[in-house]
């Protein structure tokens, strides 16, 4: 993380969860974080891993040119490479592992931008982690952007971050962070995710 709200969001994502993996919802006080609620976002899971937004900061909005409450994840991301950031938020909720992602964004006229996003699990109650609390910043200011709305974002890469401490409440397992971070030289968290889920799922109907 380069980026201040980033580091803000993350600061105080790890003080509110204290020591557990995710902090509740209820714990979350945007009077602390008024200063860049703008550029945060919320994101519910679906019965189907495809989550969408709860809550968009108008910053986001101004940006996209359009209200984001209630659109897909999937809405904000070129129409060929939607399949991964989605997974990523997915994998992050059901993993419990906060994810950095990069990416570009492009506008009609050729204009673009490069943004960092941060991915923070959230729990609705002690067993159920169906929320993501995220940011999306620029990484440089641009007289620009507000005014020239993005017609969508392209993945640049992606990573997990490491900064979590184990989880001391009862609560379902997870698996350790330090097996969910892929192989150097190794496919897109993306498709990593995926493959974790499948192994999962497989796992399952052997047990």
């Known amino acids: 993380m380069r980026h201040k709200t980033s580091i803000d969001i993350f600061t105080y994502w790890e003080r509110i969860r ?3 993996d995710a902090p509740l919802r209820n714990l979350i006080q945007p009077s602390a974080i008024g200063h860049i609620l703008p550029e945060l976002f919320i994101l519910e ?6 989550p969408r937004f709860r809550l968009a ?3 986001i909005c101004n940006l996209m040119g359009r209200e984001l409450r209630g659109e897909n994840f999937a809405a904000l991301w070129a129409g060929s490479q939607q399949d991964d950031p989605v997974r990523i938020a ?3 909720m059901k993993h419990v592992v906060p994810a950095l992602v990069h990416a570009t964004g492009y506008c009609i006229s050729g204009r673009s931008m490069t943004f960092e996003m941060i991915l923070l699990p959230v729990r609705t ?6 929320r993501l609390l995220g940011c999306l910043t620029p990484t440089v ?15 640049d890469r992606s990573r997990l971050l490491r900064e979590r401490r184990v989880r001391l409440v009862d609560a379902p397992p997870h698996p350790d962070p330090a ?3 892929p192989h150097r030289g190794s496919t897109s968290l993306g ?7 499948i192994q999962a799922k497989n796992e399952a109907r052997q047990g």
């Open 18 to 20: 204290g020591n557990a």
């Open 45 to 50: 899971n679906t019965v189907d891993d495809n």
């Open 57 to 59: 900061g108008t910053a």
């Open 90 to 92: 997915a994998g992050v």
């Open 125 to 130: 109650s002690s067993d159920t982690c169906d």
């Open 141 to 155: 200011y641009a007289p620009w952007l507000g005014n020239e709305r993005l017609e969508f974002l392209a993945l």
């Open 179 to 181: 097996n969910l971070l």
């Open 191 to 197: 498709e990593w995710v995926r493959r974790k889920l």
